[in-house]
Structure formats: C-alpha cells, structure tokens
C-alpha cells in the first residue's frame, strides 16, 4: 500500500438539500463576462462568438455561512453573485441539448475577486489567477437537485450587502444559458462529477469591507451568504 508524506487535501464537499449524502467538489469553472449589464460596467462587453473562462482550484470552495480574513494582497475586494450549476454525469461533446442530462442541480454562489489586481491584470495583459483563485473565494450555499427546482426561467438573483441590495437581476439574463455553458466547455473538458461551473455575475458588483455580511440569493435556492473578518 502507498503511503503519502503527509495528509492528502480534504476535497471540500456541499450539502444538498433533502439528502444525508453531500457533493465533493472536482473542479471549478467561471464564466467571465455572462450579463451584459455587468460587462457594461467593467467596461468591456460582451463577446458573443463564445464564452470565456477561468478557474479556481477546486480548494478555495468554502460553504456557505463562512466568516472569513479578509484576504491578502488586495485593498478592492469585490462580492460577485452568481448561480453555481453542479455536475453529476460526465458530459463530453455534448449538445446544448444534451448537456442538461449532466446537471446535478444548482447553488447560489459567491466569486469574491480581488478586483485591484483583475484590473491591473487585464492593463498588462496577463493572467487573471491572483485576482480569482483566492483563497476561500468560491462561497456556494447548498445544492438543490435541478428536478426539485424545476426550470431556471427568469428566476430572480440578488445580492445584498450588509442589507442593502447591490446586485438585483434575472437569471434570463444570462448571455450564455446553463445548457450553452455546459456543451461548450464539454468541447475542452472531460466534464465530470463534482465540477461546479460559476456562470458569471449581474451588475453591481462592489467591494466589501471586514465586517461586511454579504447575503446572495436565487428564487428557489438556499441562500448564499459570507461574513468577512479582520484579516490575518
Ligand atoms: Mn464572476
């Protein structure tokens, strides 16, 4: 038998609603620029050719109710809500019309950014991982199993910080629809159980501050919510 030098990680896993068994998380992709209004205000807009990505380590999920540090390296931390979509069934070259066999169900989640460091990123043309892969970053509240939610429609999300909403839009809103995300990126991954796609934010993204309690929610989902602390 192998043995390892010292402990392997231990994969971060989600509750799903009505179920004793919980989600292990794989892997972590984020869709970047997914509402027009948001893209608007990074002053940029929207590619409609193709979506884009980018990842997280699959580490920096954390349930939600999480009290955090504020993180390191950043003076622009930013709050961005988004509707996480978990993978249950591998998905390869699949159609739109096929992709949503693969969907397990939806969460409402968090992609904090340091938003400093994204700008200075997209100025210099280089790679956006400091500003996204942070520690703790990925903020997802519990799944709801797609059948028990039924159809995503133009289901509400919002975003509110200490209680005053920030963010405010309908997931109609999307650029790309869940089922156009999931058959795209099955043409670069093997798409697999445990992966989580983050399928990017409405307006109204803006920083936060420790002490700060940022509460997410999806009509339908169990609320995402993050308390931000002094950091380290
Ligand atoms: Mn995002």
């Known amino acids: 038998m192998t043995t390892t030098l010292f402990p392997s990680p231990a994969w971060p896993t989600l509750p799903v609603r009505g179920e004793d068994a ?3 998380v794989h892997r972590v992709f984020c869709v970047g620029r997914n509402y027009a209004a948001h893209a608007a ?9 193709a979506p884009f990505y980018f990842t997280k380590s699959a580490l920096a999920v954390v349930r939600g109710g999480a009290r955090l540090p504020y993180p390191p390296g950043t003076a622009d931390y930013h709050h961005e809500m988004e509707l996480a979509v978990a993978i249950g069934a591998p998905a390869f070259r699949v159609t739109a ?13 968090l992609d ?9 990123f997209k100025d210099r043309r280089q790679p956006w991982d400091l500003a996204k892969d942070v520690e703790g970053s990925a903020v997802i509240g519990p799944i709801t199993r797609a059948a028990d939610l039924g159809a995503l429609g133009s289901r509400r999300i919002s975003l509110t910080l200490d209680g005053a909403t920030r963010q405010d839009a309908r997931l109609s809103d999307m650029v790309w629809s869940v089922p156009e995300l999931v058959a795209d990126l099955s043409r670069f991954y093997h798409l697999a159980p445990g992966d989580l796609i983050l399928t990017g934010t409405p307006a109204g993204v803006g920083p936060v501050v420790p002490g700060s309690v940022v509460r997410g929610e999806i009509d339908g989902l169990d609320p995402v919510e993050l308390t931000v602390t002094d950091p380290e």
């Open 97 to 109: 019309a096929q992709a949503m066999d693969a969907v397990l169900g939806y969460g409402a989640g």
């Open 112 to 120: 904090m950014t340091r938003r400093d460091l994204q700008a200075r």
């Open 41 to 49: 205000e990074m002053g940029a807009e929207v590619d409609r050719e």
């Open 22 to 24: 919980v989600f292990p």
